[in-house]
C-alpha cells in the first residue's frame, strides 16, 4: 500500500518556480531520503506534503487518498531541532507533547488526564522522564528534538517526515535518533521520510533507504 504519493508536483512563490514536476512514492514501512542542495525546495516540499502549502500543479495522497483535514493527521512532523518556535514559550515537555492532541482538549480546551498520562507516557519512551516538567527552552538540541519527536507521535501518525534531523544535534543525540528511526521502523512499521543534505550518516545509519535528490528539473533516484 502507498503511504504517500506525490505526482506531477510544482510549486512557487510568485513568480519563482521552487518545485518543477516533481514524483515519488512511499509504500508503508519505507524510509525514504530526501536530498538536495540548499535552496531547492526541500523545505517547501515538506509544506506541501503536510499540507501547510497548496501546490500549482499536481496532488499529495496519503495512504492512497488526497490529501485532507483528516487524514492529514496520518502525518507527523520533526522540524529542525534548532528552528523550533516553540522555545520561545515557556512550555514544558508534557505540555509542548501534549498540544499536538489540541483536537482532543474538548468543549472548554483543557487537556484530560489522560491525554497528559499518553504525552508523559511517549516522553519516557524516549528517554525524558526526568525531564517531563522541565521548560523546552532549557534543554539541549538533541533533548529537544526527542520531545519534538514524542509531540509527533502523539497522534499515532502512520508517517513520519523528519526535517535535517542530524541539524544542531550532537554526535550521541545522533546515534540515538538511529536507534529510534529503527524501532520506529521495525517495531512499529512506521513509514519514515528523512529529508537532508547529511548523506554520510544516512548511509551509516539507515538500512537501505531510497533516496531521491531534487534538482531544478526535478526529482531523481
Known amino acids: ?3 504517500i504519493e506525490v ?3 510544482d510549486f512557487s512563490y510568485g513568480e519563482n518556480k521552487v518545485l518543477k514536476d516533481i514524483n515519488f512514492t ?6 525514504i531520503v530526501i536530498t538536495g542542495e540548499n535552496g531547492c525546495g526541500k523545505s517547501t516540499l515538506i509544506k506541501v506534503m503536510t499540507g501547510e502549502n497548496t501546490p500549482d500543479r499536481g496532488e499529495v495522497n496519503i495512504l492512497e ?3 485532507d483535514n483528516k487524514n492529514i493527521k496520518k502525518i507527523g512532523y520533526v522540524p529542525q531541532s534548532q528552528g523550533d518556535n516553540f522555545i520561545a514559550f515557556p512550555l514544558t515537555s508534557k505540555e509542548l507533547v501534549v ?8 468543549f472548554i480546551k483543557i487537556p484530560s488526564r489522560k491525554l497528559y498520562k499518553k504525552a508523559e507516557e511517549l516522553l519516557k519512551t524516549l528517554g525524558l522522564e526526568e525531564y517531563i516538567n522541565t521548560p523546552v527552552s532549557e534543554l539541549s538540541g538533541g533533548l529537544r528534538q526527542r520531545v519534538m519527536i514524542a509531540r509527533a ?3 499515532e501518525p502512520s508517517i513520519l517526515i523528519f526535517d ?3 541539524a544542531g544535534v550532537d554526535e550521541d543525540s545522533k546515534k540515538y535518533l538511529a536507534e529510534i528511526l529503527k524501532k520506529l521502523n521495525d517495531k512499529h512499521g512506521s513509514t519514515i521520510i528523512l529529508v537532508t543534505h ?3 550518516w544516512i548511509k551509516d545509519n539507515i538500512n537501505t533507504p531510497h533516496i531521491y535528490k531534487i534538482s531544478q528539473g526535478g526529482i531523481s533516484c
Open 26 to 31: 512511499a509504500n508503508v514501512g519505507d524510509v
Open 1 to 3: 500500500m502507498k503511504a
Open 65 to 67: 487518498e488526497p490529501i
Open 198 to 200: 547529511e548523506l554520510s
Open 153 to 155: 507521535l502523539m497522534n
Open 7 to 9: 505526482k506531477n508536483l
Open 99 to 106: 498540544l499536538q492532541a489540541y483536537d482532543e482538549f474538548g
Open 164 to 166: 535535517e534531523p542530524t
